[in-house]
């Protein structure tokens, strides 16, 4: 393990004069492993394919879909796969089996069943996002679906059924939600609800965007719909839930919400909130461990990149990069904007670390939505692994971008990763990480 100030000697030590140049540690760099994956998701019955039902009045929601999550839903030991799935449009009805959201149950040898329906967890409605966890502490994991107008709540009876609780929670489906995620903002043990709200949307909006004369329709940009703020529910210990949007210093924050990951970022032991929104400033809900939050995004550097402008901020995680013990952040979005790297100072202050990083370069052609920080190759450093998608033909494709101990090493290994990363990175499912699947009781913080 190295200190922040050693990573940032390293990484930007090739921006700097040779005789100030300080000689890199290579001796991990050459330890490492190759990072390969091999597409198994067919083999092993994971047959998901996400239906947004695209239409030629180019509905805004048909670009936001979908959502999975890994749980271990039956206590095996081994983890299962949720995606989440849209509906018809206009009437926002699974009217076919088609549009099912999906369960499926991990066999052991890399074999998968779909068992949704003995399940019963096919849903309802156009769904978004979802996350999974144990909200009663009955130590079985809970599903929470987020969607259009119809987020549901689904209480795990461990017994291989799930029982649709939304109305006796009292979880309202009054917005167009895109995520959620569980987390413990007043530390009393059990799981409180955060649900992240994009904007205003009908079936009716029939606002033409493109070019009539061409008949060129296209999706409207985002500045089109209102914002919404977002909503956080405090688990009241007995299935029921309070929204406490209001009381919580969140309801007068408006964005366009896309995802949330949650992480100690002060470490000051209350876990605080990061939402990405859509074209508009990010927020850093800083919680102040006495039942409310204070948005911090701009005064703590993560609003907005170094231009001072927004972008379509879409994924983000939450967690420390570099190994100093405070969580970093990483957002994804669209070609040109680079994904934002915000490192965090210690002292509630991140800089702008993308250019530094080299991630800007590797990135700004790329439009992302998943992204996390993972360890692929056990080398004590996260790796970055990224979901992208081409913006203008919406052509899923991924890239791994690995984080190295210096910027000799990281160099090299990009170098490497660019030439092989389109034929020998590959994942092991169709879906791996969603943009808004939060399977851990607290997402972003390990
Ligand atoms: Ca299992
Ligand atoms: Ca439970
Ligand atoms: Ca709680
Ligand atoms: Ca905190």
Redesign the pocket.
């Known amino acids: 393990m190295v200190s922040r100030r050693d990573f940032l000697a390293g990484a930007s030590a090739f921006l700097l004069p040779q005789s100030s140049r300080k000689r890199p540690d290579l001796k991990s760099s050459f330890a490492l492993s190759p990072i390969r994956f091999r597409e198994v998701a067919q083999r092993a019955g994971l047959d998901f394919v996400l239906q947004n039902n695209p239409t030629p009045r180019k509905h805004m929601i048909e670009t936001m879909p979908g959502g999975v999550a890994a749980l271990d839903y039956n206590n095996d030991g081994r983890v299962d796969i949720f995606f989440t799935n849209g509906a018809s449009i206009p009437s926002l009805e699974k009217d076919s089996p088609k549009f099912f959201n999906r369960l499926y149950r991990n066999d052991g040898g890399m074999k998968f069943t779909d068992v949704t329906s003995e399940a019963g967890v096919a849903g309802a409605g156009y769904s978004m996002g979802t996350a999974a966890a144990d909200f009663n502490n009955d130590g079985h994991t809970d599903l929470l679906v987020a969607g259009v107008y119809r987020n549901i709540l689904y209480r795990n009876l461990g017994n291989g059924k799930f029982e649709d609780v939304t109305e006796k929670a009292g979880i309202k489906s009054d917005k167009w939600s895109v995520a959620a995620g569980w987390f413990d903002y007043d530390n009393d043990g059990w799981l409180d609800l955060f649900v992240v709200n994009y904007a205003h949307w009908t079936p009716d909006f029939d606002r033409y965007c493109g070019e009539r004369d061409r008949n060129l329709r296209v999706y409207c940009h985002p500045k089109y719909f209102e914002g919404l703020p977002n909503t956080l529910y405090r688990n009241r210990r007995d299935g029921t839930f309070e929204d406490v949007t209001a009381k919580a210093g969140i309801a007068g924050h408006i964005g366009r919400g896309m995802s949330v990951a949650f992480a100690?970022?002060?470490?000051?032991?209350?876990?605080?909130v990061f939402v990405t929104n859509d074209n508009l400033p990010n927020f850093l809900f800083?919680?102040r461990g006495d039942g409310t939050f204070e948005e911090v995004a701009l005064q703590a550097g993560v609003a907005l990149t170094n231009n001072g402008l927004p972008v379509a901020s879409m994924g983000a995680d939450f967690r420390d990069f570099d190994n100093d013990g405070l969580c970093d952040l990483n957002v994804t979005a669209l070609a040109g904007e680079t994904f934002p790297l915000f490192q965090n100072l210690a002292k509630g202050s991140f800089q702008d670390a993308t250019h530094k990083s080299r991630l800007a370069a590797l990135s700004t052609t790329r439009s992302g939505w998943s992204n996390g920080f993972f360890d692929f190759n056990n080398d004590g450093w996260n790796s970055r692994i990224l979901e992208t998608v081409r913006s203008a033909t919406f052509r899923w494709k991924r890239a791994l971008i690995l984080h190295a101990r210096t910027a000799a090493a990281l160099l090299r290994i990009l170098t490497t990763m660019e030439k092989s990363t389109s034929s020998s990175a590959r994942l092991a499912s169709r879906r791996n990480f969603g943009r808004t699947s939060v399977p851990a009781r607290t997402a972003g913080s390990s």
Not at 264 to 272: A, C, E, I, L, M
């Open positions: 100690d970022y002060d470490n000051d032991g209350f876990t605080d800083h919680n």
